[in-house]
């Protein structure tokens, strides 16, 4: 969004709206505009979504990015409202320009067409300057923005898809107002006195026609931004002194207090202090079970609050918070540039002054070599060559699927960096999957309980009583099972914590021990460990061993999903662990993943992905971003599962908003996904124009003379000689590029299915 402040800060991120971009070649005239601004560092532009996020050293006034971008051809939308870019939806304009030239174009082709089958007996004196008349100024208008942004782009040495409308339209007008105003130039020549003025009103209208719905179809490939930043609610309702009062959810600080009923949004990040609820935080986690919270519970802007009221503090406002910095890391993924765009846009770069000089060859080849009306069909041919060819599917190929692809994502929970981590993401072949807090919830629960020569629920309170002062994190699960089953612990007196052993403590007059072997041997009692997976805690009483209380790490309910869904894709999983091999391959079976590395440190984990890197493999690392951040930036991608309030993605290419498993997998079957769709739209923008482009040259002409004429039904397409139509070269042109945008469009319901 463009900010409010009228002066951009010191080391700032910010993104502007810009109306009029439309293919590659604009994305480069913007970025160059805005680098040559002082104080700016940094330009990236996106024309499917219009807009360009700048990198700041200095402060740097509003007027003067005005300036650049106006310099540049382009408009500077002040409003925050992102439907008000061209870029993303502003079509009427298009569609005013569009609608007389095609009324128009249309009335005029028809009437020419009955008036060469002998139904009208037109006087050529006569009626081609009336046609000059009308058509004339009905073009000027819908040529307009394009001539404005050709004759910028030439007067910087540059060219694009609009300087090739523009010659193509200016070559049929200037050919038809010589045949309608001077036909004494043509006598001598070999061109019919003939007028194309509909020709060009058509190609005209089609072309403003198809850029209104690339925008429409643009609006939907940039949504899940739009939808982002509509998510954020406008006021908020603060309590001060008892009082409560809305206000505007910008004009929240930090400390405040806020009071949030059923029904409502959250307005702000913060901690519930008081009250209880189900909130749905679906938009950060693409999780839709809604989640519970109470006193000391985080809670997030634009989430919505389903069933009870609470009151919270402030603790992030502004651009602070896990929407905005979620909004923030899909625009940064929506405006970067991957590898493969470009490339695309390095071909697009020399493409048009090629086409021109096919257009120019072909017009030479056709005047001088052409039978009967050579002229006539010099123009012809020319012009259909330059209309044809179209940059701009070659343009929109890699962005139209990054921005459908990010947003899907963003659906999803996942969060790509940039536009390279989901391209790198679609070249995947092997997972590394952390265990602890991975594939396991990380947090310890009781499995089973063997007590010897006493009551279950005997066993159990005397463990809590002694674990309740404990602050180990397999005593807290111990005393959260007594908990679930309704088990009060008593008192205890002269409690000891043994650090890496265990804790003692008096019951009664009964003196207690919970702990491992070691302990247990420190008062005398030899216990045998199996080969399980699972924690066994001893509790002993006076000495005497009275049960076994086993613990384990739930694996996750999404774990053996994910490592499948990979599998059938061919992606190889590994389990790499700090924890001993009978936990790590225990956990391992549980999952699916027969390749396991366990007692491994943190520190040696990015070693394993290095060795793995070796044999030419493609790997992806995923952790909870804490002990395994030397693994996450070794690895090829680096996948981070993380909560809603620490969505920064400094050491992972890849935020997972949600801590599941099946999250990860998803991440890279859908950039790979979108990879496919990028090869797939890359593979026809390019076999569209090697095909249509000789086409248009005139090609098919001799093809025809050697099967004897065009067939009745392609006359439409190829005319009564096998030219190839400039009217049906327009239609193709708007048709490659609308056939890009919907392909990419198919990642907007994209779903990963395990069958």
């Known amino acids: 969004m463009l900010h409010e402040m009228t002066t951009a800060t010191e080391h700032q991120t910010q993104t502007l709206r810009i109306e009029g971009m439309h293919c590659a070649a604009c994305v480069r005239r913007v970025e160059r505009a805005l680098v040559k601004v002082d104080g700016i560092s940094e330009a990236s532009a996106d024309f499917i979504a219009g807009r360009a996020i700048i990198e700041l050293e200095r402060a740097v006034e509003q007027p003067a990015l005005s300036a650049a971008i106006s310099g540049a051809g382009y408009e500077l939308v002040e409003s925050d409202d992102p439907e008000e870019s061209e870029g993303v939806g502003a079509i009427g304009p298009l569609v005013v320009r569009a609608a007389p030239a095609l009324v128009l174009g249309w009335g005029i082709f028809f009437a020419m067409q009955a008036n060469r089958w002998g139904e009208f007996g037109w006087n050529p004196d006569l009626v081609f300057p009336i046609l000059f008349a009308v058509a004339t100024p009905t073009l000027a208008w819908g040529l307009w923005p394009m001539f404005r942004r050709a004759a910028l782009a030439a007067s910087r040495r540059t060219s694009d898809m609009d300087t090739l409308i523009v010659l193509g339209v200016t070559a049929a007008w200037g050919y038809s107002t010589v045949s309608a105003l001077f036909p004494s130039a043509l006598e001598g020549s070999d061109a019919s006195r003939d007028v194309f003025f509909d020709t060009a009103l058509i190609i005209v209208g089609f072309v403003s026609l198809g850029r209104a719905l690339e925008a429409r179809v643009r609006l939907r490939a940039a949504a899940a931004l739009t939808r982002l930043l509509k998510l954020a609610p406008q006021t908020a309702r603060v309590v001060e002194n008892g009082i409560e009062r809305d206000i505007p959810a910008a004009d929240v600080n930090v400390g405040d207090t806020l009071r949030v009923r059923p029904g409502e949004q959250v307005p702000v990040d913060g901690r519930i202090l008081s009250g209880a609820s189900s909130i749905d935080e679906s938009l950060l986690t693409g999780e839709s079970v809604p989640v519970s919270k109470s006193p000391d519970d985080s809670v997030f802007a634009g989430t919505m609050n389903l069933d009870g009221a609470f009151t919270y503090q402030a603790t992030q406002v502004g651009t602070a918070t896990a929407l905005a910095r979620i909004t923030s890391a899909v625009e940064r993924a929506q405006s970067s540039k991957a590898p493969a765009q470009r490339l695309a846009d390095q071909i697009a770069s020399v493409f048009v002054p090629m086409v021109v000089l096919i257009a120019v060859i072909t017009f030479i080849v056709w005047a001088v070599f052409g039978d009967g009306s050579s002229w006539t069909a010099a123009v012809l041919s020319a012009v259909a060559v330059l ?186 999983s590994m389990l790499v662990s700090g924890d001993t091999e009978q936990t790590a391959q225990a956990v391992a079976a549980q999952v699916g993943i027969r390749d396991v590395q366990a007692r491994t440190l943190p520190e040696e984990k990015s070693e394993v992905v290095s060795a793995i890197q070796s044999s030419n493999r493609r790997v992806a690392m995923v952790g909870d971003g804490v002990n395994d951040a030397p693994a996450l930036a070794q690895a090829d991608l680096g996948l981070a599962m993380r909560t809603g309030s620490d969505i920064a993605l400094e050491t992972a290419q890849v935020g997972l908003m949600q801590s599941n498993p099946v999250r990860a997998a998803e991440a890279v079957l859908l950039a790979r996904a979108t990879r496919n769709v990028i090869r797939q739209n890359l593979g026809f923008a390019f076999a569209y124009n090697i095909l249509l482009i000789p086409l248009a040259a005139g090609l098919a002409v001799p093809i025809f003379d050697a099967v004897g004429g065009v067939p009745g039904g392609l006359t439409w397409l190829f005319g009564e000689q096998g030219q190839f139509e400039p009217i049906a070269a327009a239609l193709a042109m708007v048709a490659s590029s609308l056939s890009v945008l919907t392909n990419a469009l198919r990642l907007n319901r994209w779903q990963a299915r395990l069958s």
């Open 387 to 572: 209309v044809v060819a179209c940059p701009c599917a070659l343009g929109l190929a890699t962005p139209a699927a990054i921005a459908a692809g990010s947003g899907r994502a963003a659906r999803l929970g996942i969060l790509f960096r940039d536009a390279e981590a989901l391209e790198a993401a679609g070249k995947i072949d092997t997972v590394v999957w952390d265990k602890t807090g991975t594939l396991t919830s990380g947090r310890h629960e009781v499995s089973s309980v063997e007590p010897l020569g006493i009551s279950h629920e005997e066993l159990i309170r005397l463990a809590a009583s002694v674990e309740q002062h404990s602050e180990h994190p397999l005593g807290a699960a111990i005393v959260a099972h007594a908990e679930e089953l309704g088990i009060e612990p008593e008192p205890v007196s002269e409690f000891r914590n043994q650090p890496g052993r265990g804790a003692l403590a008096t019951v009664g007059t009964s003196a207690i021990a919970v702990g491992n072997s070691s302990l247990m041997s420190e008062v005398g009692i030899s216990v045998s460990e199996s080969e399980s997976a699972e924690t066994p805690v001893y509790i002993a009483r006076d000495d005497q061993l009275i049960g076994v209380i086993r613990l384990s790490d739930q694996v996750k309910p999404g774990s053996a999903d994910a490592v499948a869904l990979l599998a059938r894709s061919g992606v190889d």
